[in-house]
Antibody, heavy 116, light 114 residues
């Protein structure tokens, strides 16, 4: 059974780059597509982007110019980089397997706060 | 972009009673080429990540109790819990995947025990 675990800094300064990693276990990372989804405290879910098992990436247009998603198959890790962050990027960030029809399973999430 | 709107925002139901949550999309998420509605439902309990309950609008994910069911087509969908259990207290989200690569979620419905 595929399991995911997010990791990275919990605090990022404004204008800097947020960098997160998602470690995948229990399955081959190259066999599936993956997404990042975020959730501001007490609010709903926002899809950030995805990387297909065939390689292409797609991003939420509202974040597109700032987001990069990649996979390191040797480490079985998915990564997210979000540049020029502001307080509006403060959120719980989840990685999830992106099936053709939905997202699942999800990691436990990692809280990232943008503050000086 | 396809906007998803859920109703109600919150709901209180007695144990053993039926709970119904609605989701409306701003445009149809039905694909006539394969006869499928690109609509999923998730359950998020406090302090936990969302959990996939239903996909293709009405297909239960493996391991999900059969008291959970999904229905609807086109732009109007419903998640029904036939007999509410205490462990069903959560926020429920609908999500469309008709228009990748932009997937959108509803705002969530908070379900509590009356």
């Amino acid at each position: 059974q595929v399991q995911l675990q997010e990791s990275g800094p919990g605090l990022v300064k404004p204008s800097e780059t947020l960098s997160l990693t998602c470690t995948v276990s229990g399955g081959s990372i190259s066999s599936y597509s993956w997404s990042w989804i975020r959730q501001p405290a007490g609010k709903g879910l926002e899809w950030v982007g995805r990387i297909l098992n065939t390689g292409p990436t797609h991003y939420n247009p509202s974040l597109k110019s700032r987001v990069t998603i990649s996979v390191d198959t040797s480490k079985s890790q998915l990564s997210l980089k979000l540049s020029s962050v502001t307080a509006a990027d403060t959120a719980l960030y989840y990685c999830a397997r992106a099936r053709d029809y939905a997202f699942g399973p999800w990691g436990q999430g990692i809280l990232v706060t943008v503050s000086s | 972009d396809i906007a998803m709107t859920q109703s109600p925002d919150s709901l209180a139901v007695s144990l053993g009673e039926r709970a119904t949550i609605n989701c409306k999309s701003s445009q149809s998420v039905f694909d006539s080429s394969n006869n499928k509605n690109y609509l999923a439902w998730y359950q998020q309990k406090p302090g936990q990540p969302p959990k996939l309950l239903i996909y293709w609008a009405s297909t239960r994910e493996s391991g999900v109790p059969d008291r959970f069911s999904g229905s609807g087509s086109g732009t109007d969908f419903t998640l029904t819990i036939s007999s509410l259990q205490a462990e069903d207290v959560a926020v429920y989200y609908c999500q469309q995947y008709y228009s990748p690569p932009l997937y959108t979620f509803g705002q969530g419905t908070k379900l509590e025990i009356k």
